[in-house]
């Protein structure tokens, strides 16, 4: 299993945007869910969206109506579009399937601040 490849990262004022990409193998991919994760130091990794391999899509509560994720299956690629974003949205942030595998990809760091 070749790892995820995250991107899209950077640093942004409180209330912009961003949108992530990640590119993860698998001939299969279509078929899987796919989630979008994050981690702080401390913390635990904490799963931030969802999505199936129909399109159906969850959210964590503190991302409700601010972040949306999507798939594109002929690209292998996953999409995570994030709006209104907050300095607690700072983390470093990884795709994988669901319920996720090894290997994680290296992750892509989102930093909102002044």
């Known amino acids: 299993q070749v790892q995820p490849v995250e991107s899209g990262g950077g640093l942004v004022q409180p209330g912009g945007s961003l949108k992530l990409s990640c590119l993860a193998s698998?001939?299969?991919?279509?078929?899987?869910?796919m989630g979008w994760y994050r981690q702080v130091p401390g913390k635990e990794r904490e799963l931030v969206a969802l999505i199936t391999s129909v399109g159906s899509t969850t959210y964590a509560n503190s991302v409700k109506g601010r972040f949306t994720v999507s798939r594109d299956n002929a690209k292998n690629t996953v999409y995570l579009q994030m709006n209104s974003l907050q300095p607690e949205d700072t983390a470093v942030y990884y795709c994988n399937f669901n319920p996720p595998r090894d290997p994680w990809g290296r992750g892509t760091q989102v930093t909102v601040s002044t």
């Open positions: 698998g001939r299969y991919f279509s078929i899987y869910t």
